[in-house]
């Protein structure tokens, strides 16, 4: 039984200078999986650098929602934060596509109304259909960012027979992430579970089998001004055994057996 995190960004600039240290305290942690999510080709490249070197990380490979059509954005004067230089949405779905037999899994990929105008969501909802399609082509799990666009995402995901998703950092409403967990996938609750409303009540209401466990680090950090870290998901195995009324042990059990039902394999 191991611990893990499916969601997290170990080659972000706050943690990429001192990754090493950040594995260690991981494992130090009991956690025996990081699966490190890619934003775009640069970020997939170090994404697959660093689990070519480092076996506890599995490579995601992704396509930002807001890099889809970041160049877009720039054009129309929205400014987004970004460090490295836009590409095509030919060249995002290319790489992913060219290494999708590499990935541990898709992701993050999904769509997001909160950066993205409206003009543009149609180009976006493209560029989603178009990775999904590679996903399911390859037999790669899903992990799904959303914001704001959360039914959207879903309705295609339904008409395009995703089964094998995960729905990272799930910012709607606690209905629909049920309604999420009814069609058969997974939802991961990151370390600040325990002073987010939100993400308590799913971890208290969610099918148990449905819930899985992540950072998004160095975001959402167990407490405020914290840089989070792989190894935080340890407390929140704990604070589901609080809520579950149960070991840490059990809850170990369990979110094994839902990490192996999603990604095909024991963490």
């Known amino acids: 039984m191991g611990l893990f995190d499916v969601h997290a960004h170990l080659t972000h600039p706050e943690l990429a200078p001192r990754v090493d240290d ?66 095509s949405a030919e060249e995002g779905v290319a790489w992913v596509r060219d290494h999708a037999r590499e990935a541990f899994a898709i ?55 995703a089964k094998r998703v995960d729905w990272h950092c799930f910012g709607g409403r606690v209905k629909l992430a049920r309604e999420i967990a009814d069609r058969g996938h997974w939802l991961s609750i990151p370390a600040n579970a325990r002073r987010n409303e939100a993400f308590t009540r799913m971890l208290e209401t969610l ?34 055994a609080e809520l579950w009324k149960c070991s840490e042990d059990e809850v170990r059990a369990r979110m094994s057996d839902n990490f192996a039902a999603l990604f095909g394999a024991a963490p």
Not at 128 to 143: C, G, N, S, T, W
Not at 207 to 231: H, I, M, N, W
């Open 22 to 87: 950040v594995i260690a305290n991981a494992r130090a942690a009991g956690v025996t999986t990081i699966v490190s999510n890619g934003l775009n080709p640069t970020d997939n490249e170090a994404v697959r650098a660093l689990a070519a070197r480092a076996p506890i990380v599995k490579p995601a490979f992704g396509f930002y929602p807001v890099d889809t059509v970041l160049r877009e954005m720039e054009a129309m004067g929205v400014d987004y934060p970004r460090d490295v230089p836009p590409v």
């Open 207 to 240: 099918p148990r089998d449905k819930v899985l466990l992540e950072t998004d680090c160095p975001y959402l950090a167990p407490e405020p001004g914290q840089r989070s870290e792989p190894a935080h998901v340890a407390g929140t195995a704990a604070f589901a």
């Open 107 to 161: 992701g993050e990929i999904g769509l997001d109304g909160y950066w993205v105008p409206e003009a543009l969501w149609d180009a976006q909802e493209k560029v989603f259909r178009a990775l999904v399609a590679i996903a399911l082509e390859h037999d790669k799990p899903i992990i799904i960012h959303t914001r704001k666009r959360e039914r959207r995402a879903l309705e295609i995901l339904d008409e395009m027979g």
